[in-house]
């Protein structure tokens, strides 16, 4: 729940609107030094923004869980790349000579 | 060596490794990067085309690696390869299996809440009126685990490409921003644009599913 009146007295610069939209750049800490500190005064007053950006953060954990891990370590043409490898030293080793 | 390839570049030794045919090394990167590449080419492809693209690519890389100059990492060199190959088949395969295009497509730009949810009673437009529910709980089981995993997939497959190539590397491959930025030749603004859109996508199918 947002406490209106820390909102009204601190003259926030920034909204819940414009907030959300900064959550990947201030992650990323690619916001100016300003922005960063209107952010930060909003996110420690906003329990609302505070939600998203935790959600911001689960939805980056979650996405990172979401990693296939049964995909092959090995392509199916192994063989024929290791041929074509000890060809192509060949040729370099024959271009050197 | 490489005879275009600075001596001092991190990837020196391992150019060095493959173009004198040390297969170790060659084994060596092929584990490191074939998973993440396979896993790319899927979200642009069906499967079975995907590991395809991947096989070319590697044969690609063994054929040209003489040719890598090292303005990139090695990594990024073999992406792009990999990419430019899976976009113009996505792109020809589109015109014939809409693969890409199943369903809705998600994270165009609009905001990344809805404003009618932004409405405060005395604060007007633009502030929460409320918290939104907080996700506290953990995906408890295995099944819903993996319910979850589905769902981010078929979230990020529904995004716009751009999007999606940016929030695969990023989030699911974890990469760095230089390193996507490098990779897909994009400014680091767009990435982040582009990243954020993504994530607000795929964050607001986990609200549906997880409140």
Redesign the interface.
């Known amino acids: 729940m947002t406490d209106d009146s820390d909102f009204i007295r601190n003259e926030l610069r920034i909204t819940c609107a414009d907030a959300v939209e900064l959550v990947t750049d201030y992650l990323d800490a690619a916001l100016s030094e300003s922005d960063r500190d209107d952010f930060e005064t909003h996110l420690s007053l906003c329990e609302g923004c505070q939600v998203f950006v935790d959600q911001v953060r689960r939805t980056i954990t979650l996405t990172s869980n979401s990693r296939d891990t049964t995909v092959e370590l090995e392509p199916a043409n192994m063989s024929d790349l290791l041929a074509a490898l000890g060809e192509r030293a060949g040729e370099h080793d024959h271009d050197a000579g | 060596m490489s005879p275009v390839l600075p001596a001092h570049h991190t990837d020196a030794p391992v150019v060095a490794a493959?173009?004198?045919?040390d297969?170790q090394a060659?084994?060596a990167l092929?584990?490191e990067l074939?998973?993440g590449l396979?896993?790319m080419a899927?979200t642009y492809v069906p499967e079975a085309i995907a590991?395809e693209v991947?096989?070319e690519t590697?044969?690609s890389v063994?054929?040209s690696?003489?040719s890598f100059e090292g303005r990139s990492s090695l990594k990024t060199w073999i992406y792009r390869i990999m990419l430019n190959k899976v976009r113009t088949l996505a792109a020809r395969e589109s015109k014939i299996v809409p693969f890409t295009s199943l369903g809705p497509r998600s994270g165009d730009d609009g905001?990344?809440?809805d404003?009618d949810r932004?409405v405060?009673p005395?604060?007007g437009?633009?502030?929460?009126p409320?918290?939104?529910?907080?996700?506290d709980a953990q995906p408890d089981d295995r099944l819903e685990?993996a319910e979850?995993?589905k769902r981010?997939?078929a979230a990020?497959a529904a995004l716009p490409p751009a999007q999606a190539e940016v929030?695969a590397l990023r989030?699911?491959?974890?990469w760095s921003?230089d390193e996507v930025c490098n990779a897909l030749g994009i400014s680091?603004v767009n990435q982040?644009v582009l990243?954020?859109r993504g994530?607000?996508a795929?964050?607001a199918m986990?609200?549906d599913y997880l409140t």
């Open positions: 493959l173009l004198a045919g297969q060659f084994r092929v584990a074939n998973p396979t896993r899927r590991d991947v096989q590697w044969m063994v054929k690696i003489g905001p990344s809440v404003p932004l405060h005395e604060l437009q633009g502030y929460w409320d918290a939104p529910p907080r996700w685990a979850i995993r981010i997939e990020i929030v989030d699911v491959e974890g921003a680091s982040r990243l954020h994530r607000v795929v964050r986990l609200e």
